[in-house]
């Protein structure tokens, strides 16, 4: 992250459902948070996103869970 200070975390899976909200505070930047995941999630693509506390997009990616 290029800021420190209050993030939020959305996690969604590939038809656009919310699977998980997680607000965090990131000390310093690069600061790392470990994002849990649940065995209820199915196998596929997710998308993950992280806004500021203006809820401005800041970062976002995505990962293949098995």
């Known amino acids: 992250l290029k800021q420190t ?3 939020r975390i959305q996690i969604a ?3 656009g459902r919310v699977v ?3 607000q965090f505070n990131a000390a310093a930047k ?3 948070e470990k994002i849990p995941t ?3 999630w199915g196998s596929g693509v997710y998308y993950i996103r992280v806004f500021d506390t203006q809820n401005k ?3 976002k990616s995505s ?3 098995q």
Request: proline content about 0%; overall charge neutral; glycine content about 10%.
């Open 38 to 40: 649940d065995s209820r």
């Open 63 to 65: 990962f293949i869970f």
């Open 20 to 22: 998980l909200l997680k």
């Open 5 to 7: 200070g209050l993030h």
């Open 30 to 32: 690069g600061y790392t």
């Open 57 to 59: 997009l800041v970062s």
């Open 13 to 15: 899976d590939a038809t």
